[in-house]
């Protein structure tokens, strides 16, 4: 069987069209974020200010922007928990590089390979040697955070051009949009476009909706993989680097359990935990609504260990209900077809 198999139903069965599944599931959590976005503007003081807009935006861009290529892993039936150890290492790498003289256009690049690096050593564990991905990508998120502290210690090194910085924490013509969340919107654009309109997306889905069928499709499953855990890795790299120029801090702790935020956003925006489903508007609409709710706790001022119960409860939520959904359908089709056999 051809890749040109994919436009089978055998193939396709799994993955239902990207339009269908935005006018149910994320459609509801676009509606929701919409909807949190509103409530807390009435309800949470200070909270619909333009400048709380510009911090609940910069907060939400490291998260959205993690969360892209991690769309495609958990859409193929994996998942990468090492992402936020990535961008702490990347982060303490950059301090290290600024602190022995390199210049800040030569250590950038560099950070951005050097997690593409990481994300490729995760990628041969679960591709080469066939581990399971939840396990590797655990294994690595302790090994990296601990490869930054071995680089950085608990020290803190800042003092980075301020014609980055400032871009980076700046605004577009003065206003309330950061100017982050343009290679955001270009990133976002372009992952959009290879997961739903390029052949490249369409493996994606058959890989998560049955490995075997996709083998049987000509599909190089494993070489697929490989390649997303390599852009995971190099997109968690580059968030490093922003995470770094925003706060002018390079630290081996930066980024420290966001990993939890990025796939809670994931699973909240519609994709399947057991991969073949989900769509990226789904998922920014997910990351949106979960920063909502985290930035209006915050000024609440609901503690940290509290906001970390609230995302756990959500990608708990995230899990559990389009799987009780799907079930309910189900049984609705089921009793309507016994309905028609007994009128038979």
């Not at 396990?135 to 003092?159: H, K, P, S």
């Not at 980055?164 to 949009?177: E, I, M, N, Q, R």
């Not at 799907?326 to 028609?340: G, H, K, L």
Request: glycine share 10%; aromatic share 6%; net charge positive.
């Amino acid at each position: 069987m051809s890749e040109a198999a994919l436009s089978e139903p055998a193939l396709t069965r799994g993955r239902a069209s990207w339009a269908q599944r935005l006018a149910s599931w994320d459609t509801a959590v676009i509606v929701l974020a919409v909807l949190a976005l509103l409530i807390a503007s009435g309800a949470v003081h200070n909270f619909g200010t333009s400048r709380n807009f510009t911090f609940l935006l910069l907060d939400l861009l490291p998260v959205a922007l993690v969360a892209l290529p991690m769309t495609f892993v958990i859409v193929t039936g994996e998942i990468d928990l090492s992402v936020a150890s990535t961008l702490g290492l990347t982060s303490a790498v950059m301090g290290l590089l600024w602190d022995s003289g390199l210049s800040i256009e030569t250590i950038m690049p560099l950070c951005v390979v050097l997690g593409a690096v990481l994300g490729a050593l995760n990628g041969f564990f679960v591709t080469v040697l066939r581990l399971p991905s939840l396990a590797v990508t655990i294994g690595t998120m302790a090994l990296y955070r601990g490869l930054a502290l071995v680089v950085l210690g608990d020290q803190a090194v800042a003092g980075f051009p301020r014609s980055y910085t400032s871009w980076v924490t700046g605004t577009v013509g003065g206003g309330v949009v950061p100017n982050l969340l343009i290679p955001l919107v270009v990133l976002a654009l372009a992952f959009g476009l290879v997961l739903h309109a390029t052949p490249v997306g369409r493996k994606v889905y058959a890989v998560g909706a049955s490995e075997q069928a996709a083998r049987f499709a000509g599909i190089r499953v494993r070489q697929l993989k490989f390649w997303l855990y390599v852009v995971s890795g190099a997109v968690a790299g580059l968030a490093g680097v922003l995470w770094t120029l925003r706060y002018s801090s390079a630290r081996a702790d930066n980024g420290f359990g966001i990993e939890l935020a990025v796939v809670a956003a994931v699973l909240l925006g519609g994709v399947s935990i057991f991969g073949g489903k989900g769509t990226l508007p789904g998922v920014l609409a997910g990351a949106v609504l979960l920063a909502t709710v985290q930035n209006a706790l915050r000024l609440q001022d609901v503690s940290s260990e509290a906001l970390n119960i609230v995302t756990g409860a959500l990608l708990i939520i995230s899990v559990l209900l389009p799987n009780l959904v799907t079930s309910a359908r189900a049984a609705v089709r089921r009793r309507r077809a016994m309905i028609q056999e007994g009128k038979g």
